[in-house]
Every structure is written in C-alpha cells, then in structure tokens.
C-alpha cells in the first residue's frame, strides 16, 4: 500500500488511486470479493425440511416475486451507497445456470424483468413498488417446467421515517399482493423456498409451521452483490452459518414495545425496561410461546457437536473451553454461545444473558475445533438503581450464576461449573446519571408491574432561534483583517517540534469557538468537516456518512461499494470479517480524501419498526459492542476516524429530533449504553455522535450526565463528541456538556455572547478544542 504525507489526503484530496500497482482500491475486485464472502457470513437459514436446500445440481426453478429482480441492497439515508451496479437473485442465478448448478424458468424471469423496468421508469425505487400479479398462464407454465419454486420477497426502509406494522401493508406484515402471490404459488408448487431481502424483523409465522414451504433463508440487505451471495448459499456453493442477533416473534403485538412505540411523537416510555428480545421472551410469563425463531438460531447444511464444555476461574476471568467437531458432510461454521443464568435476588433478571460467543473457522466434515471464550464478572453484573444492594452501582446479588453453552438461547447444556456469591458484591459504586422523570411503571421478572422513583419531570426543551440553521460558511477567522498566520501550525505539534500544550496557548477563544462547529464541504465530501483553521495550519477534515459504504453523491462520480447492512454482519457472529470490512471502507474513505467516517451506528432493536434498523446490529448490547468494536478498529487501523453513533437511544425516527425516551437508569445502562461502553472501553473511537432526541428530559447533545459524567467520567473516553446534523441543541449548552463540535454549523457569535454573560466557561471550549487538536493528530 502506498504511503503519502501527513495529512496530505486531507488537505489536497488528490485523485491519485492508493492501492497496488497504482490501482484504486474504491469498488476495488477485492472490496466485491470480500462483499460476497460477509453476506454468505451473515445469511441465516431458518427452515429447511426434506433438505430442499442446497438445490441440487440440475435442479429447475421457477423464480416468483419481484424480489427475485427488485435486489433492495441496503436501507436509505445516510446508510445508503452510490454503486456502479447491484447483482440481484435473478442476475445471481443466473451465474449458477452458466455453471451448470442450476436452470431457470426465462418466461417467469422475462416477466419480473419487465415488470420492474416499467416501475423504475415510472420512479419508482427498489423496494417501494407494489408486488406483480402472475399471470395464471405463467403460472402454468412454470409448474409444467419444474415443481420447485422460488419465492423472494424485498423490503425497503430508511432514515426519517419509521415501518408498518399493521396488517397487510407490506411492510412488517406481507401485502394482499404477496399474500395471494405466496397462495397461488403454493396451490400450485409441491416444493418451495422463501427468501426475505429486508433488513428488519418481519412476520415469519406463514411459513414456519407451513408444511407447503418447505425453506425459508434470511438474506438481508446484503450490499452490492447480495444476489450473488444468496446464489452461492441456495445452491450449496457455500453453507449457511448466521444466526439470529434478534427474536423473530409470531407477531408485532408480542413484542413487550410494540404497544407503546407509536404511543405518542412526542416520547416513548421504555416501560419493558431490561426485558428487551430474548431478555423479554425467555422469562415473562406467556412469552416464550410467543416466538417463532429465537435468538442465536440458524440453521446449516452440515451438523455439529459441541462437547467437552466446562469453565473455571483465571485471573479474575471465567474461561468456558469447548470443543466443536463438523459431524456432517459438508464444510461449515458454527456459532458457540455463553450465556449466565443469575440468581433473581431482590432486584430481578432475566433468565438468561449473552456473556461471550465465538464462531469457528470453516471445519470440515470431521474437523474439530477447540474454542475458548473468556468474560468478567462485570458481564453478568446488574445496575442497582433501586437500593436493592446500593443504589448506583454494578452489583452481583448473593447466590449461585450458572452457565449455558450452546448454538441458540434455547439449544444449550448447563456447564457443571457454579459461580457462586456468598454475599451481595459491589463490583462498581457510582453516582446516579440520566435519572427517570416521566417513567410511569417498570416491568418486572415476573410479568408484574414495578414502580419507578422519578425525579422532577422538567419542561419539554424548546426549539431555539438561536440553533443555527443551513451549511456552514467559511470560518471569519480564515479571511480579511482577522486572518494572522500563527508561528506555529498543528503539523510542527504532530512532528514533535512544539508541544500541544503550547499550540493550545496560540489560539484564541474566538478561534476555538469557531472550530467548534461544522466547515464547508470541499471535493466529493458532502457532510461537511471539522477543524480548518488555516493560519495554524489545522486542516478542514471531511466527513463522510456510512455505515454500510463510503456515501457519496451521486452527481460526484464516484462509485463506492455497498457492504452488506449492519444487522447482517452481527449475524455473521464473526468480528474478524467485521473488521477487514472496516479496513476496506477505511482505504475507500482515505482514497476520495475523507478523513471521518460516520460509522458504526449500534442503537439497540428495541422495536421492529425503527426505520434505520439495518444500520444497527441487535437487540443484544453485547453483540452490538462487540461488532461495533471490531469495524472500529478496523478503521481506525488505517488512520480515519470513526463516529460511533447515536449516542444514546435514538430507536425510533419518528420526530427523532424533538422525541424523549423516558427509562429507568437500569435499562439505559445496562441495554442502551451498554454496548457503546465496551466500543469505547475495547477500541476508542477517534469520535463519537450523539443522538437527536431527548433522554429523560435532556437532550442527547445537551446531557452533561451522558456526555462528561458517564462517558468520559466512567468509561474514559478521549475522543471527540459530535452532534448529529442540526440537532435542536444550543451550541453553548452543548459545549457545557461536553459535546465538543456542533454539526455541521456552530453558532460561534451565539457562543461568544453567551461566554462574555458568563453563561459558558472558557475552560469548557478550551478542553473541547483540545480534543478536537487531538483527533485531527490521530488521522493520517
């Protein structure tokens, strides 16, 4: 890999190509190779009687559903991607019927070609056009040509807006036009495979008791050649290892959310409290018989035998070891997972919780793998924020923990080994933050409902003139009788000739204060960038959205490649593909002159219906630390930033920058901050964004508690806090709270006004300057 001068991308944003042989690595072969090879990673298999998958050599299909040509590859907003193409099923397929694997009905697949060109002609946009009727005649023919069926099925959904789950809309649930699709198809076909494009849960109960389909496989949104990759898995050419990061429930009422997600746009009270997904489903009462696949499931080709478990205590650590051997005939993965069962105590858990996974190396029929999968205490530790041991703090109640090893939630085997606590520990005594003010009850373990302590519920924050509105202009500081070169630049404290102590004296406040928000736009950037003070040398750094690609507008040029979306690569369950993904985006991002990628984004599924669920892992913070963990150091292995994002539970769109989500302080840190603590604890991002919307009756951006007392204070964060996009934020506020760049403007006069009335400490733009000095120094 070629190497450049400090800084010199960012500066000059140089078209030269950085990969070997002077070749760009942008949509790079390798990058699409290495696309294919996640998506195959990720894709869950969730039924398969009479082993109708892997087809097998020769056989015919008839494909049904626009789906099979209308490739969604992933969501839309900022998670989207400029591509120069998207390989559909059909296109993949086809691949397989030149190698001779498969053949293909062509008047079927004539027709969904046609189809869809006359919907995209009339604007339409891949997923969001209404299922095609099949011609009774094609549908005859098809079944003269084979009896094995295809059916594919897509889904679209994106920034801003939340899904359906009512009935029939297409969406959670499927349409009339696919119900009398999957009907009429299976009047007339003995044999048949579903396969869901989507990157959310949907309703998956029409098929699993079905005996009239016979397979179902969970593609996702699998990036640029998803169809391809669905190819290699239907056709055996790869064996299905994913797993479900999320419960699949029999329908949208089951989820303990789903009554009070669209309750109101102004809040959203999370009254399941911790009991979220499988933390929910496998204790409450009435539940469990409420789930249709649960979470960690998967199916695969091949068969495995995970013997030999057992732990100990090491170092402070518990150390499971187990040994998995392929008992099959054909090549595969398997997924092993830990889970703690904890005493209920006072306090009252879930029945059990993900404490450690690993997923093995491809094992041949008969290979064997021995895999050791190491935790502390603190993983399986409660937050009492009752008093039930002390108010406050990480708590091991007395009483025995056991732990369960196994392939799902529901498929595992007890280990013998016992944790045992004599008596109550404090593993972590700390100060309450982000306390509840409108929480009106809590669910407990038993079904029952608790009652919550608030505290005094504050006003609604207002939406102030003074939030700065459109792109941001050139800094004063840089033009006119302002603009002094300074005798030091941020280069000489990058090549050790000045410390950053030093060069911090060299700014003024009024310098600072303008940093202190989002620049203008230069190159192919267009989410603009932070520093770019020119008289100290301090570059302009451009940001760039993610997470499933490099974003970049399409009238730039530049063609990117699509990864396959978040939620599939947590059910890879594979961190090391994780992050040679995130060293990819990261040549592609340094390539076109970015210096900062927005990405990973890792809210928790709290409902199915968020419309940026793909863009998030799982409903289990563990997972979503950990693959946030993995494509962070990925990244920043190749000297760009990452932004961990949204800190913290933006799980709605809905009105997502003037919503508060009300929850108890257990629930926030022990589910929705969580995972953000093992990113920043494991691989310390270079940034990190807060979310739009309120929590407990303070903005996100504003949330001094969240921003300085928790995540700096606690975790030890050293990075940079940015805001999301025009938040409603007041940028002094946020400053004060330690959130150190207002994207993508600042309100610098508003700031400085607001310093001189003594309503913002200097000392406060001092440090975030800093931090901003900071990261800048930490890029290439």
Same mark, same amino acid.
């Given at each position: 890999?070629?190497?450049?001068?400090?800084?010199?991308?960012?500066?000059?944003?140089?078209?030269?190509?950085?990969?070997?042989?002077?070749?760009?690595?942008?949509?790079?072969?390798?990058?699409?190779?290495?696309?294919?090879?996640?998506?195959?990673?990720?894709?869950? $298999?969730?039924? *398969?009687?009479?082993?109708?998958?892997?087809?097998?050599?020769?056989?015919?299909?008839?494909?049904?559903?626009?789906?099979?040509?209308?490739?969604?590859?992933?969501?839309?907003?900022?998670? =989207?991607?400029?591509?120069?193409?998207?390989?559909?099923?059909?296109?993949?397929?086809?691949?397989?019927?030149?190698?001779?694997?498969?053949?293909?009905?062509?008047?079927?697949?004539?027709?969904?070609?046609?189809?869809?060109?006359?919907?995209?002609?009339?604007?339409?946009?891949?997923?969001?056009?209404?299922?095609?009727?099949?011609?009774?005649?094609?549908?005859?023919?098809?079944?003269?040509?084979? =009896?094995?069926?295809?059916?594919?099925?897509?889904?679209?959904?994106?920034?801003?807006?939340?899904?359906?789950?009512?009935?029939?809309?297409?969406?959670?649930?499927?349409?009339?036009?696919?119900?009398?699709?999957?009907?009429?198809?299976?009047?007339?076909?003995?044999?048949?495979?579903?396969?869901?494009?989507?990157?959310?849960?949907?309703?998956?109960?029409?098929?699993?008791?079905?005996?009239?389909?016979?397979?179902?496989?969970?593609?996702?949104?699998?990036?640029?050649?998803?169809?391809?990759?669905?190819?290699?898995?239907? &056709?055996?050419?790869?064996?299905?290892?994913?797993?479900?990061? =999320?419960?699949?429930?029999?329908?949208?009422?089951?989820?303990?959310?789903?009554?009070?997600?669209?309750?109101?746009?102004? +809040?959203?009270?999370?009254?399941?409290?911790?009991?979220?997904?499988?933390?929910?489903?496998?204790?409450?009462?009435?539940?469990?018989?409420?789930?249709?696949?649960?979470?960690?499931?998967?199916?695969?080709?091949?068969?495995?035998?995970?013997?030999?478990?057992?732990? &100990?205590?090491?170092?402070?650590?518990?150390?499971?070891?187990?040994?998995?051997?392929?008992?099959?005939?054909?090549?595969?993965?398997?997924?092993?997972?830990?889970?703690?069962?904890?005493?209920?105590?006072?306090?009252?858990?879930?029945?059990?919780?993900?404490?450690?996974?690993?997923?093995?190396?491809?094992?041949?029929?008969?290979?064997?793998?021995?895999?050791?999968?190491?935790?502390?205490?603190?993983?399986?530790?409660?937050?009492?924020?009752?008093?039930?041991?002390?108010?406050?703090?990480?708590?091991?109640?007395?009483?025995?923990?056991?732990?369960?090893?196994?392939?799902?939630?529901? /498929?595992?085997?007890?280990?013998?080994?016992? +944790?045992?606590?004599?008596?109550?520990?404090?593993?972590?005594?700390?100060?309450?933050?982000?306390?509840?003010?409108?929480?009106?009850?809590?669910?407990?373990?038993?079904?029952?409902?608790?009652?919550?302590?608030? !505290?005094?519920?504050?006003?609604?924050?207002?939406?102030?003139?003074?939030?700065?509105?459109?792109?941001?202009?050139?800094?004063? &500081?840089?033009?006119?009788?302002?603009?002094?070169?300074?005798? +030091?630049? $941020?280069?000489?404290?990058?090549?050790?000739?000045?410390?950053?102590?030093?060069?911090?004296?060299?700014?003024?406040?009024?310098?600072?204060?303008?940093?202190?928000?989002?620049?203008? *736009?230069?190159?192919?950037? *267009?989410?603009?960038?932070?520093?770019?003070?020119?008289?100290?040398?301090?570059?302009?750094?451009?940001?760039?959205?993610?997470?499933?690609?490099?974003?970049?507008?399409?009238?730039?040029?530049?063609?990117?490649?699509?990864?396959?979306?978040?939620?599939?690569?947590?059910?890879?369950?594979?961190?090391? !593909?994780?992050?040679?993904?995130?060293?990819?985006?990261?040549?592609?991002?340094?390539?076109?002159?970015?210096?900062?990628?927005?990405?990973?984004?890792?809210?928790?599924?709290?409902?199915?219906?968020?419309?940026? *669920?793909?863009?998030?892992?799982?409903?289990?913070?563990?997972?979503?630390?950990?693959?946030?963990?993995?494509?962070?150091?990925?990244?920043?292995?190749?000297?760009?930033?990452?932004?961990?994002?949204?800190?913290?539970?933006?799980?709605?769109?809905?009105?997502?920058?003037?919503?508060?989500?009300?929850?108890?302080?257990?629930?926030?840190?022990?589910?929705?901050?969580?995972?953000?603590?093992?990113?920043?604890?494991?691989?310390?991002?270079?940034?990190?964004?807060?979310? +739009?919307?309120?929590?407990?009756?303070?903005?996100?951006?504003?949330?001094? /508690? $969240?921003?300085?007392?928790?995540?700096?204070?606690?975790?030890?964060?050293?990075?940079?806090?940015?805001? /999301?996009?025009?938040?409603?934020?007041?940028?002094?506020?946020?400053?004060?709270?330690?959130?150190?760049?207002?994207?993508?403007?600042?309100?610098?006069?508003?700031?400085?006004?607001?310093?001189?009335?003594?309503?913002?400490?200097?000392?406060?733009?001092?440090?975030?300057?800093?931090?901003?000095?900071?990261?800048?120094?930490?890029?290439?």
């Amino acid at each position: 890999m070629t190497t450049f001068p400090k800084w010199q991308r960012i500066r000059y944003m140089p078209g030269t190509p950085i990969g070997k042989d002077g070749r760009r690595v942008t949509a790079c072969p390798e990058h699409i190779a290495l696309v294919r090879e996640a998506a195959c990673e990720g894709m869950v $298999l969730l039924k *398969n009687e009479e082993k109708l998958l892997p087809f097998a050599k020769g056989t015919r299909l008839a494909l049904f559903g626009k789906g099979t040509v209308d490739y969604v590859k992933g969501g839309g907003g900022s998670g =989207d991607v400029t591509v120069s193409y998207t390989r559909c099923l059909l296109k993949g397929l086809c691949i397989k019927q030149d190698e001779g694997k498969v053949e293909l009905f062509s008047p079927l697949n004539d027709y969904y070609t046609a189809y869809m060109q006359e919907q995209y002609a009339q604007g339409a946009e891949p997923g969001r056009c209404p299922e095609a009727p099949v011609p009774a005649d094609l549908l005859e023919q098809a079944r003269a040509f084979t =009896d094995t069926a295809v059916i594919t099925l897509c889904r679209f959904s994106g920034e801003g807006w939340d899904r359906s789950g009512k009935p029939y809309d297409g969406d959670f649930y499927l349409s009339h036009e696919e119900e009398a699709l999957v009907q009429a198809v299976q009047a007339a076909f003995p044999r048949i495979a579903v396969v869901l494009n989507t990157g959310g849960m949907m309703d998956t109960l029409w098929f699993k008791d079905n005996a009239g389909i016979q397979s179902a496989l969970l593609s996702w949104q699998a990036g640029i050649e998803g169809g391809l990759a669905t190819a290699d898995i239907l &056709c055996g050419d790869v064996c299905p290892s994913g797993r479900l990061t =999320d419960t699949f429930a029999v329908n949208f009422a089951a989820y303990p959310s789903s009554d009070t997600f669209n309750e109101s746009e102004d +809040y959203v009270t999370y009254n399941e409290d911790i009991f979220v997904g499988y933390r929910y489903f496998e204790i409450i009462p009435g539940a469990a018989e409420k789930v249709c696949y649960p979470f960690g499931y998967g199916l695969s080709y091949t068969t495995f035998a995970i013997t030999g478990a057992a732990a &100990c205590e090491k170092d402070g650590n518990i150390v499971v070891t187990a040994k998995v051997a392929n008992t099959g005939e054909m090549a595969g993965k398997q997924v092993v997972q830990v889970y703690c069962q904890a005493p209920q105590g006072r306090m009252g858990k879930p029945a059990r919780v993900l404490v450690g996974f690993a997923k093995t190396q491809l094992l041949q029929p008969g290979e064997s793998q021995d895999v050791t999968i190491s935790f502390a205490p603190y993983a399986f530790a409660s937050y009492d924020d009752t008093g039930a041991v002390s108010k406050s703090a990480w708590v091991l109640e007395k009483g025995n923990y056991l732990f369960l090893v196994g392939s799902s939630v529901r /498929d595992t085997e007890q280990l013998a080994y016992v +944790y045992s606590v004599d008596e109550d520990r404090v593993l972590e005594q700390l100060t309450a933050r982000c306390q509840p003010r409108q929480v009106d009850w809590r669910l407990k373990a038993d079904g029952t409902r608790g009652e919550v302590e608030n !505290i005094p519920a504050l006003p609604k924050p207002e939406v102030s003139p003074d939030v700065p509105q459109g792109p941001p202009t050139e800094m004063k &500081c840089n033009a006119g009788a302002s603009f002094k070169k300074a005798e +030091y630049s $941020l280069m000489d404290v990058a090549e050790g000739k000045i410390t950053l102590d030093a060069f911090m004296e060299t700014l003024s406040i009024e310098q600072m204060v303008y940093m202190l928000g989002g620049q203008p *736009n230069r190159g192919v950037a *267009n989410t603009w960038g932070i520093g770019g003070l020119d008289s100290h040398g301090i570059p302009n750094v451009m940001t760039a959205d993610g997470p499933a690609g490099l974003r970049i507008q399409p009238w730039c040029g530049v063609h990117t490649t699509a990864f396959p979306c978040a939620t599939l690569l947590a059910c890879s369950w594979n961190e090391e !593909i994780v992050e040679r993904i995130g060293v990819a985006a990261a040549l592609e991002v340094k390539e076109n002159g970015i210096g900062s990628w927005l990405a990973p984004a890792m809210n928790i599924h709290r409902n199915p219906l968020c419309g940026r *669920n793909f863009e998030y892992y799982s409903e289990d913070p563990l997972v979503a630390g950990r693959m946030a963990t993995a494509m962070v150091k990925g990244v920043q292995s190749q000297g760009i930033a990452t932004s961990v994002k949204h800190f913290a539970c933006n799980n709605k769109e809905v009105n997502r920058r003037d919503s508060d989500s009300r929850l108890t302080e257990r629930a926030l840190r022990e589910i929705y901050l969580k995972g953000f603590e093992i990113a920043v604890k494991e691989s310390q991002p270079i940034t990190l964004m807060t979310a +739009y919307n309120i929590v407990n009756g303070i903005r996100a951006s504003e949330n001094y /508690d $969240l921003l300085t007392g928790i995540l700096r204070g606690e975790w030890g964060f050293k990075g940079l806090v940015t805001t /999301d996009w025009w938040t409603q934020g007041l940028h002094y506020k946020e400053i004060a709270a330690g959130n150190d760049i207002k994207m993508p403007k600042g309100n610098p006069e508003h700031t400085l006004t607001m310093i001189q009335e003594g309503k913002l400490d200097p000392a406060c733009v001092r440090a975030s300057a800093r931090r901003l000095m900071e990261a800048i120094l930490r890029l290439d």
